[in-house]
């Protein structure tokens, strides 16, 4: 399994488990809540809430206050020309100690016309059910909306939504603020559609709903921590100590604001300990509910698909940049990933968990440096055992105590250590080739030139032995140097090419070749572009390469035919062709024409036989960038080129 396939299914695998299982939805919900604290909706102009708050409880005494009370506010409220009065107190039970504050309050409600009254839910500590808590039959009567004012809570116990519609048996009741909106007349004929085909979907689905259900989570947007909101004081509102007009086409939500009244939520904007009415939370939800910023999560397939597309991006880029870019860059991609979906809720009224593309991208990185680890450690591994099976005694790899103690250590650096050992040696090695070629420069060519020399200058009494001696004096001085012109061609650095004409290389070999041309009673002709044609190379080797070929073919070429000589050159490379007429090569040996120390019965290198002059073009070209070939046309003639691409 290559180490990109492994790395990929890891990451895979980690982000639909976490997607999945939702084992990190609390950290899912925190990068939620700094995006609310970053983004925050403004509080309408026309909002207002009238807290229950301690200096009324100071005012008018412990609570519960007498539903006279609440009569009289209604009524001021609804004098002032409040649009709609949101009432979130529970008015479930009557008053026993003065049936006429019930009808009071009623006639309040009724008079007013623009009262919202909540449902509240509660779990029967006998039984464990769900009960529903209604308002007074007299009163509800007389309500211009009736909603659900339950604050559902998170695994975490923080307030940060809403469910559209709650209900228990055949009860389905709207959100208390989607009531507040519609009696407000403040909802948006989309928005109204969208409830009441939600509401019929829900009706439709009777039998199939539990006894208590809660249908379509919504995430509100806050508009900011707690007190947010502008609150008038209940005690004040009785006593009409406030500027005519406060109320004047506004929506008013009456409820608890005192700590201690038990309407209180903590949410991701409270801090320090200090929680949220649940008035000023209706508050919340009603102009999120109003400025269609409701946030509905994603579809969980959608959701899953997303965090894994996230997750495994990465490793489209890893394993092109460094070490430090890929840090770098997993990194940016970690923060680019959180801002997004920070940003979702605000932008696109969606919200994605991140952690399933989060947690995959943290450990994409040191995944990703495991993996390719684990691979340099089997390249490492498989390297040294070569080594150590073909070059043991050679490069000195033994293993030694100190070798041993560092497997034992640290495996890492003893494979290190043994790069570093091998590196010594070959670097010896080298110097030692070195040495051999200067061996075979100077001691055993100069001897051999110096004896031709002499036999050049013998009497003619020794012309036989003369003759035999020259020859093989010849050979050997000849094998020497192509051996060292080869060595030469092998170790050329491209790092020292120079510029060079290939126009003037192919000229100088043409005239190198003339004499053994004349003696053999064959031309050479050439067709040479007169402009030069410039690249980077060996001017030296490329001249030895081309006098090869031209030798080669003057040597095989019939008495008084042509040898032709052809430098061409296109916008991608220049070609050098010797053609001779010779008697060809056959099909079966030209794949080995160019490799090392070969030999065959057509054709023989001008060497002597060494096997080294067509291996010698191959190096030289492929040095080169080039390349060598051949094309034989049997009986009529035989062409070897050298291709080299020409800088652009």
């Known amino acids: 399994m290559s180490d990109r396939l492994s790395a990929l299914l890891i990451l895979l695998i980690t982000s639909l488990v976490v997607s999945i299982s939702g084992v990190l939805s609390r950290w899912d919900d925190l990068v939620y809540d700094v995006g609310q604290k970053l983004y925050r909706q403004t509080v309408p102009a026309d909002l207002v809430i009238v807290g229950i708050d301690e200096e009324s409880l100071v005012q008018l005494g412990r609570w519960p206050w007498s539903r006279h009370l609440h009569a009289a506010v209604v009524n001021r409220l609804k004098s002032d020309g409040a649009a709609v009065i949101a009432l979130d107190v529970i008015f479930s039970e009557p008053s026993l100690d003065d049936p006429s504050a019930d009808l009071a309050l009623a006639s309040a409600i009724r008079s007013a016309g623009n009262v919202v009254l909540p449902v509240f839910f509660e779990k029967n500590q006998n039984s464990n059910q769900i009960m529903e808590s209604l ?8 309500a211009a909306g009736i909603g659900n004012a339950h604050v559902p809570l998170d695994e975490d116990g923080l307030a940060r939504g809403i469910y559209l519609f709650t209900g228990s048996g055949a009860s389905i009741w709207p959100h208390f603020s989607s009531a507040v909106l519609r009696v407000g007349n403040f909802s948006s004929p989309d928005l109204q559609r969208d ?23 919504r995430r509100i947007k806050f508009f900011g921590p707690p007190g947010s909101v502008p609150a008038v004081s209940y005690a004040h509102v009785l006593q009409g100590n406030f500027s005519p007009g406060t109320f004047k086409n506004k929506t008013v939500l009456v409820g608890a604001t005192a700590a201690g009244m038990g309407d209180q939520f903590p949410t991701a904007m409270s801090g320090l ?34 965090c894994v597309l996230l997750s495994i991006t990465p490793l489209s880029w890893l394993s092109g940049v460094s070490p430090r870019r890929g840090l770098l860059s997993m990194v940016a991609w970690f923060f680019i990933v959180l801002i997004i979906t920070m940003s979702l809720p605000h932008g696109l009224n969606r919200w994605l968990p991140p952690t399933g593309a989060l947690l995959p991208i943290l450990i994409a990185y040191p995944i990703w440096s495991w993996r390719k680890l684990e691979s340099a450690n089997r390249f490492l591994d498989h390297e040294l055992h070569r080594l150590g099976q073909t070059a043991r005694v050679g490069l000195g790899l033994g293993g030694g105590p100190a070798l041993t103690s560092l497997v034992r250590g640290d495996q890492m650096q003893a494979r290190i250590f043994q790069i570093q050992q091998a590196e010594s ?11 051999t070629l ?83 009673q064959v031309k050479v002709i050439r067709h040479i572009s007169t402009e030069s044609i410039w690249i980077l190379g060996d001017f030296s080797l490329l001249h030895r390469a081309v006098l090869n070929l031209i030798l080669n073919a003057i040597k095989y070429a019939p008495q008084g035919s042509v040898v032709t000589l052809t430098l061409t050159v296109t916008e991608q490379e220049a070609t050098i062709a010797v053609m001779d007429h010779g008697p060809g090569i056959s099909l079966e040996k030209q794949g080995r024409l160019f490799q090392r120390f070969n030999q ?27 390349r060598v070939g051949v094309n034989v046309s049997e009986g009529i003639s035989t062409v070897f080129s050298i291709r080299l691409p020409v800088p652009s």
């Open 600 to 626: 065959s019965d057509e054709l023989i290198s001008i060497a002597g036989g060494s096997g080294l002059g067509l291996y010698f073009v191959r190096v030289t070209a492929e040095k080169h960038g080039g």
């Open 195 to 217: 409830l009441s085909q939600a509401e019929q979907a829900i009706t439709e689905d009777q039998a199939q709903r539990p006894p208590f259900f809660q249908k379509d989570p």
């Open 135 to 142: 308002p007074l039959p007299a009163l509800a009567k007389w």
């Open 425 to 435: 040696q070959l670097a010896k090695l080298q110097e030692a080739r070195k040495e």
């Open 438 to 520: 200067a061996f075979i420069s100077h001691d055993i060519r100069a001897p051999l030139a110096q004896a031709l020399m002499q036999l050049d200058g013998a009497t003619s009494d020794g012309d036989a032995l003369k003759k035999n001696l020259n020859a093989s004096l010849a050979k050997a001085l000849k094998l020497a140097e192509d051996f060292l012109h080869t060595s030469r061609a092998e170790m050329l650095d491209s790092q020292q090419f120079e510029e060079v004409d290939l126009t003037a290389v192919a000229h100088q070999a043409a005239d190198d070749a003339f004499q053994l041309a004349e003696r053999c």
């Open 273 to 306: 300990g200090r929680h949220m009415s649940g008035i000023e939370f209706h508050a919340n939800a009603l102009t999120s509910i109003r400025n269609h910023a409701l946030v509905s999560r994603v579809p969980d397939w959608i959701g899953w698909l997303v």
